[in-house]
């Protein structure tokens, strides 16, 4: 290079920018391929990601209508065995603990008897 005039450095140097320019450009054309590649990423994950929400969401109300069926058939279950067991004779009983009392006069009694009574 020492030895190389004034010119051919000029030359060389052109030479130089323009292929550092090449260079450049070539490097922001791969920079927005992969740019643009990643955004479809994105997108394409968002909308898996959104598609295995749903199927989340749709197999828990799944298991939820399930576990409720589960504990309706259960609930009836019960209620039948309960029923089984029932003695309606306490039944009756409760019923007739569980009212308030009526207080009612001699004369009310009386007229109630008398009108049995004829």
């Known amino acids: 290079m020492a030895t190389m005039s004034h010119r051919d450095l000029k030359q060389l140097e052109g030479r130089l920018d323009k292929g550092l320019g090449k260079i450049r450009a070539r490097k922001n054309e791969l920079l ?53 067991h029932c003695d309606p004779r306490t039944f009756l009983q409760f019923n007739f603990m569980q009212q308030q009392p009526q207080y009612y006069s001699q004369q009310e009694d009386r007229k109630s008897f008398n009108s049995v009574g004829r």
């Open 32 to 84: 927005c391929a992969e740019i643009e590649y990643m955004q479809r990423r994105e997108m394409e994950l968002q909308n898996n990601n959104f598609f295995l929400k749903e199927k989340v969401a749709e197999t828990e109300r799944g298991q939820q209508q399930t576990l409720n069926m589960m504990g309706a058939a259960s609930t009836s279950n019960e209620y039948e065995q309960n029923m089984i």
